[in-house]
């Protein structure tokens, strides 16, 4: 699935250092949701910094307890699969969004009295 990815490179706000990597390892699914509010300033980075933003995405899945989601941003459509252009989420190609949001599950929150091991 063609994905864009963190841009790299971090940045001083306040004393703290934001990275824009996206780190690697295996994701669990926390939730999903369509849509979504992102807003960087709850991960430090002022929406009026020359990096920061408030927008409403579609086809948002959180896989990260720090705020990273798989998700939909139809402004870098032209990046997704050439090019790692985010704060630090995977961005699939918009088609592939609700696909992606329909197939994974979200984690159970309590232990199913059902469910055997």
């Known amino acids: 699935m063609p994905t864009s990815m963190g841009m790299g490179g971090t940045e001083e706000i306040g004393g703290n250092t934001l990275s824009f990597w996206t780190p690697p390892g295996v994701y669990t699914v926390m939730d999903k949701a369509n849509p979504v509010i992102m807003d960087s ?4 980075l002022p929406i009026n910094s ?6 409403t995405i579609p086809y948002a899945t959180r896989i990260s ?9 139809n402004a870098t459509v032209w990046a997704q699969g050439n090019t790692d252009t985010s704060h630090g989420c995977p961005e699939p190609q918009q088609r592939q969004c609700p696909m992606v949001l329909q197939f994974l599950r979200a ?3 309590r232990r199913d009295p059902q469910h055997r091991r």
């Open 41 to 44: 300033s709850t991960f430090g």
């Open 50 to 55: 020359r990096l920061g933003y408030r927008e």
């Open 65 to 73: 307890k720090d705020g990273i989601y798989l998700h939909q941003l």
């Open 107 to 109: 984690r159970r929150r």
